[in-house]
């Protein structure tokens, strides 16, 4: 089976979610053929991303949100930039159909880019689609739900069923859930990188890990770490210029973001803070590590996975960088079920992708998923 994979390139998780799928799909003798990567001004795309894929990655500019004094998004500045670039996204579509015409793979996988998911809607392409994404579970039953962010929940709403569209869909989940036939959706555990199950958590680490999606709220970091001078703290973001590796004061390090020495840190750590995206969750729970969960702010999808990720027992969550929680002895670690439920994600994955090209039970048209029982067996 060759695939052709298109990868929203505005947040880590979608790239690494990708690496590690294209190693799932090479371990059952599929190939990937192509790379799309979304890509926007305000991030620019890491290298270890096209590194990881023995093809050239084609990168497109694709909407991106845009972001309030480098911490919260801003959906007028966001909406701004979309009609702005109008014409440039057309020229993108383009470039999306030309690759499909060229590779003819017999499968595409999305994960979360947004001008694929309105190519699939306007131009209806024969080949199936699978998109990945834990915000497809938003439309499972046992999602929880927030109050709040009227507007950017009917938004977040409006761009995940754009990403799906016309295409079966894998959602990522913390835990085990049904899967929703008549949504075409297929639960699956989180699809994390291989260097993760090669690490050795220590088990009582003396540094605290800090990763940020959004290098604004460094400051705040440093404002603890002046009440709290005695804990030695290493905080990775993704700040546009930031040295390699900056020690700003005694036991306080600030490094440019670096996937596996990041790993590695955190394998090392006593605990993890992160602004709650899916796969930095998932990573820290999976070597066991006590979490807090800051979401960003004006961002529902964040405190929705904060919310989710507490209900199931894998983190706490706050409002405030108060890393202090980490340091009581009694705080609460993962359950170890969830290892093994992230061991499973290859089998789950594999054959939700064979199963929508047609290749495991005979085509069975566009995006349809078959038998969910198939998946799990």
């Known amino acids: 089976m060759n695939v052709l994979f298109a990868v929203q390139g505005d947040g880590r998780g979608h790239m690494t979610q990708a690496i590690a799928y294209r190693e ?23 290298s270890f991303f096209p590194e990881a894929f023995d093809v050239p990655v084609r990168t497109f500019e694709s909407p991106g949100f845009s972001m309030k004094q480098g911490r919260a998004i801003s959906t007028i500045r966001s909406a701004i930039h979309l009609f702005r670039r109008l014409p440039v996204y057309s020229r993108s579509l383009d470039m999306v159909h030309n690759a499909l015409r060229e590779t003819r793979p017999d499968l595409v996988i999305n994960f979360l880019e947004p001008l694929v998911g309105y190519y699939y809607l306007r131009r209806r392409s024969p080949v199936p689609m699978l998109s990945v994404a834990h915000h497809f579970m938003f439309e499972h039953p046992r999602y929880p739900r927030i109050k709040g962010f009227p507007l950017q929940r009917i938004g977040m709403r409006r761009y995940v069923n754009l990403t799906g569209a016309n295409a079966a869909r894998l959602a990522l989940s913390f835990y ?57 703290v290493h905080c990775f973001y993704d700040k546009p210029g930031a040295p390699p590796e900056e020690e700003r004061r005694p036991n306080l390090t600030f490094h440019a973001l670096h996937g596996e020495k990041y790993l590695r840190f955190m394998a090392g750590s006593g605990g993890v803070v992160c602004t709650a995206g899916f796969e930095s969750i998932s990573e820290a729970a999976y070597l066991g590590k006590p979490l807090l969960m800051i979401p960003v702010e004006n961002h529902p999808e964040q405190h929705v996975n904060s919310a989710d990720a507490e209900l199931c027992g894998l983190g706490m969550r706050d409002a405030r960088f108060r890393l202090e929680r980490l340091l009581d002895p009694a705080v609460q670690r993962p359950a170890f079920d969830f290892r093994a439920w992230v061991d499973s994600a290859e089998a789950v994955a594999v054959r939700a992708a064979e199963i929508t090209a047609g290749v495991a039970t005979g085509r069975t048209g566009q995006g349809q998923p078959g038998s969910m029982a198939q998946v799990r067996g």
């Open 24 to 46: 799932m799909l090479a371990n059952h003798g599929h190939k990937v053929v192509a790379v799309l990567a979304g890509t926007n001004p305000s991030r620019k795309l890491p």
């Open 176 to 232: 085990p859930a049904e899967d929703l036939p008549a949504k075409r959706i297929f639960v699956c555990p989180p699809i994390l990188r291989r260097q993760l199950f090669q690490l050795t958590p220590e088990a009582k680490g003396r540094h605290l890990l800090v990763y940020l999606l959004n290098h604004g709220y460094e400051v705040e970091v440093e404002q603890w770490h002046r009440e709290h001078p005695e804990v030695p």
